[in-house]
T-cell receptor
Framework: AQRVTQPEKLLSVFKGAPVELKCNYS??????LFWYVQYSRQRLQLLLR??SRESIKGFTADLNKGETSFHLKKPFAQEEDSAMYYCALRGPSNTGKLIFGQGTTLQVKP | DTEVTQTPKHLVMGMTNKKSLKCEQH?????MYWYKQKAKKPPELMFV???????INESVPSRFSPECPNSSLLNLHLHALQPEDSALYLC?????????????FGPGTRLTVL
């Protein structure tokens, strides 16, 4: 079964601390994974995708097929990073279906 | 224009009403989506249109009826809804319905069913 697991509902860190938002997936084929972010009162938007291997707003995520993980990391958290973060897995390749994890709220304290 | 727009922003309706949600994009995307999002939960896919044809219906009750009049517009017709249907309804679009194209989301319509 295709599934995305984000084990933490809430992650609270101080400004300047490192951040790691965990994401594990279950998928029998070749996975495509994404991180979406939803800031307060803003629309859901793509943060990054594993195939582009970019760093966006200081965030990176590496696909680890052995551990079936796609954790999101940032070395130094900023207050403006506070938001809801969703890990998502692309469903069957002939559809645009996204399978979302339950989401992790990141709270960065001053 | 690089945004997905949705109207109305808020909608309150009774269980006997008929209403429609509208979604529009002018990015030339050929796939459009309806999602339902409850508070503090992830979006749940409802429907996918690909090249103006319904390609996915995630077993959504018939009181929700999607329509794609053209490649830029997507409607969701609502009839005889229940209070548990109250949620944020999100529209999204992507270049195509196949593969891992980025989905662009609208701001949503906050629906309350009394």
């Amino acid at each position: 079964a295709q599934r995305v697991t984000q084990p933490e509902k809430l992650l609270s860190v101080f400004k300047g601390a490192p951040v790691e938002l965990k994401c594990n997936y279950s998928y029998s084929g070749s996975p495509e994974l994404f991180w979406y972010v939803q800031y307060s009162r803003q629309r859901l938007q793509l943060l990054l995708r594993h195939i582009s291997r970019e760093s966006i707003k200081g965030f990176t995520a590496d696909l680890n097929k052995g551990e079936t993980s796609f954790h999101l990391k940032k070395p130094f958290a900023q207050e403006e990073d506070s938001a809801m973060y969703y890990c998502a897995l692309r469903g069957p390749s002939n559809t645009g279906k996204l399978i979302f994890g339950q989401g992790t709220t990141l709270q960065v304290k001053p | 224009d690089t945004e997905v727009t949705q109207t109305p922003k808020h909608l309150v309706m009774g269980m006997t009403n008929k209403k429609s949600l509208k979604c529009e994009q002018h990015m030339g995307h050929r796939a459009m989506y309806w999602y339902k999002q409850k508070a503090k939960k992830p979006p749940e896919l409802m429907f996918v249109y690909s090249y103006e044809k319904l390609s996915i219906n995630e077993s959504v009750p018939s009181r929700f009826s999607p329509e794609c009049p053209n490649s830029s517009l997507l409607n969701l017709h609502l009839h005889a809804l229940q209070p548990e249907d109250s949620a944020l309804y999100l529209c999204a679009s992507s270049r195509e319905g196949r593969g891992g194209h980025e989905q662009f989301f609208g701001p949503g319509t906050r629906l309350t069913v009394l």
